[in-house]
């Protein structure tokens, strides 16, 4: 498990590096599944060792990756530095760059849970009975000023980073926690 809980970002130019699809999930593959060699997350990617150990490099450089003491020069292991990046939109939007980044960020974002649901539903019906249910899929619309939703979203961060610290069992699988505030102009029909 990563030594630090998260990073925060609020450069444009780094979290463009982040909102590259290879680079997001080798990122993602080594907070959810640990220490890895770019062959492996080849592999698991669908991608050439080369590609990823050039993505490897790119996020090392820039402190979100690291490479493993111990390995070998045929086989480098690389670990994630943190287990989660933070970012808020109003420390990148008015820089420059800043407004296409959030946009190709957020496109990606909701590609990674959309991905993650789809697999879960797919997934569901061979889960052990206690794991379906306990899963949990919930949708809610409360009636808020933006203060009061920025409140919400960290808060509900808050109990997660919470639960992290205090009722984490690195011994237990990987659960997965979507945490999306959100307004609509309109509601989708």
Same mark, same amino acid.
Not at 42 to 56: C, D
Not at 82 to 101: C, I, Y
Not at 119 to 124: C, N
């Given at each position: 498990?990563p030594d630090e809980?998260?990073?925060? *970002? +609020?450069?444009?130019?780094v979290l463009?590096?982040l909102a590259?699809?290879?680079?997001?999930?080798?990122?993602?593959?080594l907070?959810?599944?640990g220490?890895?060699t770019?062959?492996?997350?080849?592999?698991r990617?669908?991608?050439?060792?080369?590609s990823?150990?050039?993505?490897?490099?790119q996020?090392a450089?820039?402190?979100? /990756?690291?490479?493993?003491?111990?390995?070998t020069?045929?086989?480098?292991?690389?670990?994630a530095?943190h287990?989660? @990046?933070r970012?808020q @939109?109003? #420390? *990148?939007?008015d820089q420059p760059?800043?407004?296409e980044? /959030?946009?190709e960020f @957020? +496109?990606?974002?909701?590609?990674?849970q959309?991905?993650?649901?789809?697999a +879960?539903?797919?997934q569901?019906?061979d889960?052990?009975?206690e794991?379906?249910?306990? @899963?949990s899929?919930?949708d809610w619309?409360l009636h808020?000023?933006?203060a009061?939703?920025?409140?919400?979203a960290?808060?509900?961060n808050?109990?997660l980073?919470?639960?992290?610290?205090e009722?984490e069992?690195?011994?237990q699988p990987l /659960?997965?926690?979507?945490v #999306?505030v959100?307004?609509?102009?309109?509601?989708?029909?």
């Amino acid at each position: 498990m990563p030594d630090e809980p998260s990073i925060a *970002v +609020h450069d444009p130019r780094v979290l463009r590096a982040l909102a590259h699809p290879l680079r997001n999930a080798l990122l993602g593959l080594l907070r959810s599944e640990g220490p890895s060699t770019a062959s492996r997350l080849g592999q698991r990617l669908a991608e050439s060792s080369g590609s990823t150990s050039y993505h490897l490099r790119q996020l090392a450089a820039l402190g979100f /990756v690291e490479e493993v003491p111990g390995g070998t020069a045929r086989e480098r292991w690389w670990r994630a530095r943190h287990r989660s @990046t933070r970012w808020q @939109t109003e #420390d *990148v939007l008015d820089q420059p760059g800043g407004r296409e980044v /959030v946009e190709e960020f @957020t +496109h990606l974002s909701l590609s990674v849970q959309r991905r993650m649901l789809a697999a +879960h539903a797919e997934q569901r019906e061979d889960l052990e009975p206690e794991w379906r249910n306990a @899963t949990s899929l919930n949708d809610w619309g409360l009636h808020l000023s933006p203060a009061a939703a920025r409140e919400l979203a960290e808060e509900l961060n808050g109990v997660l980073q919470r639960w992290r610290a205090e009722r984490e069992d690195p011994a237990q699988p990987l /659960v997965s926690v979507l945490v #999306d505030v959100f307004r609509l102009a309109e509601h989708p029909s």
